[in-house]
């Protein structure tokens, strides 16, 4: 009788997953000999040396972070983007731009904050289109529908945001009356629409994930896609470094400006910028330890025998 | 790239006799191991066996078929004929130069 589990011990545990049962009926249906002991002690010794199954997962693996990682550079670009929405509706307010043309270093600060915005929004579209492509491609080949209306979410999600900050603007305002800042209806209509573009911000992050994790993507497209999501890593990097800047120049240079009340909706000026900071700053640190994650990820694909 | 059987080192000749078994029809382990005793005159133990299928599997040459039974039945693919057939024609030349060198010899 053949101690045919026990020898089936001495494999890798990805070998005994794919290969254990059927091995084992194997040795049962032959009589033991010294011969076949021996061949399976090499046969163990060769499957943990060169795994041939343990190797495919292993690098599905490092696909799959390679994945993840893009897709966290994609929920990071929109939690900076949700939080750059916050300090462009702030700084819209005339005595902020009057501050930005009056002091170079309050204006240096805002126009990076815009260059960063633009480079981090090209990245994650120079990143994210050869996925989608990929990902449609894929979905067609196999006569299935869901990626693709998945992929349609975020345009829709954006007309439908656009849809309702006209509706509001040229239909609902002009009926109720958006009088003064701080009046019910219209705090009201704004986190209205706040939310309607929080939901849509993450209704799109979340489609597009759903897609691309049902996807089959090539390992060389997300390579290629972490030097993207880099940059945008970067450029947000700069964004939130720019805003630091734009803060700390106002509060030097136009102190009552600073401490005042011209914040969002008319709230404190440093708690929304503290607010805007908060979300940008951690959601940097986000992209940053994704893309080094991923690089990483990249380069044990590449590296493995 | 066209998978090549003379690429898998020493497990070369076991892949190239697992091949000639299934190209004869669907099998097992088992019965590869029978089969190949009894047309290659090669005895392959079970590790070298699942050694040489692992890569051959690996590589799209062979698949594996659903089964019920534990012993899982393997059968040839198409890139798996192809491969083998290119192996065999390069044996089948190098055994032509070498009968007639010995021939002229």
Same mark, same amino acid.
């Given at each position: 009788?053949?101690p ?38 090499l ?11 343990a ?9 799959g972070? #390679? ?22 509706k #702030?700084?819209?307010?005339e ?16 126009d990076a ?7 981090? +929004? ?11 492509f ?43 009356g ?5 009046s019910?209806?219209?705090v009201?209509?704004?986190l ?35 030097y ?14 720019a805003?630091?800047?734009?803060g700390?120049a +106002? ?9 005042g ?18 979300v #940008?700053?951690?959601s ?22 | ?31 590869? #191991?029978e ?14 066996l699942?050694?040489a299928?692992a890569?051959?599997e ?23 004929s ?7 024609t ?7 130069a ?8």
């Amino acid at each position: 009788m053949w101690p045919a589990r026990r020898l089936v011990r001495l494999y890798p545990r990805a070998w005994r997953e794919r290969y254990e049962e059927e091995f084992v009926a194997l040795l049962e249906e032959r009589p033991a000999s010294l011969f076949d002991l021996q061949d399976i002690a090499l046969g163990a010794l060769d499957a943990w040396l060169r795994p041939q199954v343990a190797l495919e997962r292993r690098v599905r693996g490092m696909i799959g972070r #390679m994945r993840n990682s893009v897709l966290l550079v994609l929920w990071a670009w929109v939690g900076v983007v949700v939080a750059g929405v916050g300090f462009q509706k #702030m700084t819209e307010y005339e005595d902020f731009a009057r501050a930005a043309r009056q002091n170079i270093t309050i204006g240096a600060a805002f126009d990076a904050v815009v260059v960063g915005a633009l480079l981090a +929004l090209a990245a994650v579209l120079v990143g994210g289109l050869p996925i989608a492509f990929a990902a449609v491609r894929g979905a067609l080949a196999e006569g299935r529908k869901d990626v693709p209306l998945l992929l349609c979410v975020p345009p829709l999600s954006l007309a439908a945001f656009v849809g309702y900050v006209l509706l509001v603007g040229k239909v609902v305002c002009p009926v109720v009356g958006c009088t003064t800042v701080q009046s019910l209806v219209n705090v009201v209509l704004f986190l209205s629409i706040a939310g309607v573009f929080m939901l849509a911000a993450v209704a799109s992050a979340a489609s597009v994930s759903v897609a691309v994790r049902r996807s089959e993507v090539g390992e060389n497209i997300y390579r290629f896609a972490l030097y993207p999501a880099g940059l945008a890593a970067l450029a947000m990097v700069v964004v939130s470094t720019a805003t630091v800047v734009w803060g700390l120049a +106002l509060w030097v240079q136009a102190p009552a400006l600073f401490t005042g009340d011209d914040g969002i909706l008319a709230t404190s000026t440093v708690a929304t910028w503290l607010v805007v900071l908060a979300v #940008m700053g951690g959601s940097t640190c986000v992209a940053v330890a994704a893309v080094v994650r991923g690089l990483r990820a990249g380069r044990t694909v590449e590296t493995s025998p | 790239m066209e998978e090549k059987v003379s690429d898998l080192g020493r497990f070369s000749d076991p892949a190239l006799f697992i091949l000639v078994s299934l190209a004869g029809g669907e099998k097992h382990g088992y019965a590869m #191991m029978e089969d190949i005793e009894a047309v290659c005159g090669a005895r392959l133990g079970p590790g070298t066996l699942y050694g040489a299928l692992a890569r051959l599997e690996k590589r799209g040459l062979v698949e594996p078929l659903s089964s019920d039974d534990r012993r899982k039945p393997y059968r040839i693919t198409a890139a798996g004929s192809s491969a083998l057939e290119g192996r065999l024609t390069e044996i089948e030349g190098f055994a032509r130069a070498g009968l007639g060198r010995l021939a002229t010899a």
